[in-house]
C-alpha cells in the first residue's frame, strides 16, 4: 500500500514560481514512476509531468515543457515538482500519482495505481 501527501500549493502572482512535494509511503515509491496531473475547475484532470523509477526519464506536457522540472529523491521517498513562469491556466488542484510497481513512465492517467487528495495551486493575474 502507498500513501501520497502533496504540499507546497498556494497562491502565487502570474510570472511566479513553485515547488510542490509529494511524500510516499510505502517500499512502492523507489520501484515505481511517478507523475503529476492536474485538474482546473471545469475541466477534466490532465498529465503534467512524469519520471521514471530512477529518475534518468522525464516527460512533460507542452502545457508546462520548459518551465517545469520533475524531480525525485529516493531516499526520501519523496518527488518534487518546480514550476515558474506560472501563469493563471495553470490554476488547478495538483495530484500526486504512483505506478504500481512499473519502472517506466506513462502520460495516461489509467497508468497510475495510486493517487494523493490534491494540492491548490492558484495564480493570480
Known amino acids: 500500500q502507498v500513501q501520497l501527501v ?27 514512476a511517478m507523475g503529476w496531473f492536474r485538474q482546473a475547475p471545469g475541466k477534466e484532470r490532465e498529465f503534467v509531468a512524469a519520471i521514471s523509477r530512477s529518475g534518468s526519464s522525464k516527460m512533460y506536457a507542452d502545457s508546462v515543457k520548459g518551465r517545469s522540472t520533475i524531480t525525485r529523491d529516493n531516499a526520501k521517498n519523496t518527488m518534487f515538482l518546480q514550476m515558474s513562469s506560472l501563469n493563471p491556466e495553470d490554476t488547478a488542484v495538483y495530484y500526486c500519482a504512483a505506478r504500481n510497481n512499473v519502472y517506466s513512465t506513462t502520460m495516461s492517467e489509467s497508468g497510475y495505481y495510486y493517487w494523493g487528495q490534491g494540492t491548490q495551486v492558484t495564480v493570480s493575474s
Open 6 to 32: 502533496e504540499s507546497g500549493g498556494g497562491l502565487v502572482q502570474a510570472g511566479g514560481s513553485l515547488r510542490l512535494s509529494c511524500a510516499a509511503s510505502g517500499r512502492t515509491f523507489s520501484t515505481s
